[in-house]
């Protein structure tokens, strides 16, 4: 199983562009065509939050619009700029997705068992998930104590030492942490929110961390670091399952390089 992954595309209105200097939109269509130029097409393709960039109506009926290119199945989970209820209607023939309340959900279908976890708080940046969904997770986990599962949630549960990140990050990890590790077929935890590649053991298992579609945050570590992005490198990620290997995941970057050269 070939499991693409997408994150923090922050979709405009058409003709908006990204901080009025980014074209979110264009780099999100970039991203996809990059993502079906690679010689093995994902099985599924899951979008790790941030689908827009300020949870508008619009928004999404654009996001809609470019998602619309991906001709295999995807998954959505919101991010800190999505609006839940939005997100809700804009997705509501995505039947995985919750008809009230946080946006938690598994999908069962597939090889490897795919939970989407809404790690949002409504109206403020941070993630966290209440004893409510964390109970639902045990459930879910328990319910399957042997297949393969991958988890997702967008806001990383570690601190990255980026401060003007770590401003924003899962608040108090150590409960989802508790649940997952009691848990030993979680392959990995996907996640997006740091607009940059980055991996961590974590709960008896690997976080990893994917590129923003748009921007790279930069990569600051002293405390007085000052909030600062690129327009690239931007990139994809590639998780492939397979029975006797397990999960290996790759990070794709965008852009024009010279060659290709035959050598390797």
């Known amino acids: 199983m070939l499991i693409g ?12 562009l990204y901080q009025g200097v980014v074209d979110s939109n264009q780099a999100l ?14 099985d ?3 979008v790790t939050g941030d689908i827009v960039d300020e949870g508008r109506p619009e928004e999404y009926a654009m ?30 023939d995505h039947t995985y997705l919750p008809a009230s309340g946080a946006l938690h959900y598994c999908v069962d279908e597939y090889p490897v068992r795919l939970i989407g976890l809404d790690s949002c708080v409504p109206g403020l940046h941070h993630g966290h998930i209440d004893e409510q969904g964390l ?15 991958l988890v997702m949630l967008h806001h990383p549960p570690f601190v990255c030492g980026i401060p003007y990140m770590d401003e924003y ?4 990890p150590g409960p989802l942490a508790s649940v997952l590790a009691r848990h030993n077929n979680i ?21 990893c961390a994917c590129p923003s579609t748009v921007t790279e945050i930069d990569l600051q570590l002293q405390p007085s670091a000052k909030p600062s992005s690129h327009a690239g490198p931007r990139g994809c990620m590639l998780h492939l ?24």
């Open 5 to 16: 992954q997408l994150s923090d595309p922050h979709v405009r209105p058409q003709g908006v």
């Open 29 to 42: 269509i970039d991203a996809i065509d990059h993502l079906l130029a690679i010689d093995r097409q994902p």
């Open 44 to 46: 599924v393709v899951v």
């Open 63 to 92: 996001a809609r619009e470019l998602l619309s290119r991906l001709p295999m199945p995807y998954l959505v989970i919101p991010g800190n700029h999505d609006h839940r209820e939005n997100f809700r209607a804009a997705f509501a």
């Open 135 to 149: 109970n639902w997770l045990e459930d879910v986990l328990a319910g399957n104590p042997t297949k393969p599962t």
């Open 169 to 172: 990050r899962y608040i108090n």
């Open 187 to 207: 392959e990995l935890v996907l996640c997006g929110h740091v607009h940059r590649s980055m991996l961590r053991r974590w709960a008896g298992t690997v976080v």
């Open 241 to 264: 399952w397979d029975q006797q290997l397990g999960m290996l995941s790759h990070t794709s970057l965008m852009g024009a390089w010279a060659g290709p050269y035959p050598f390797a």
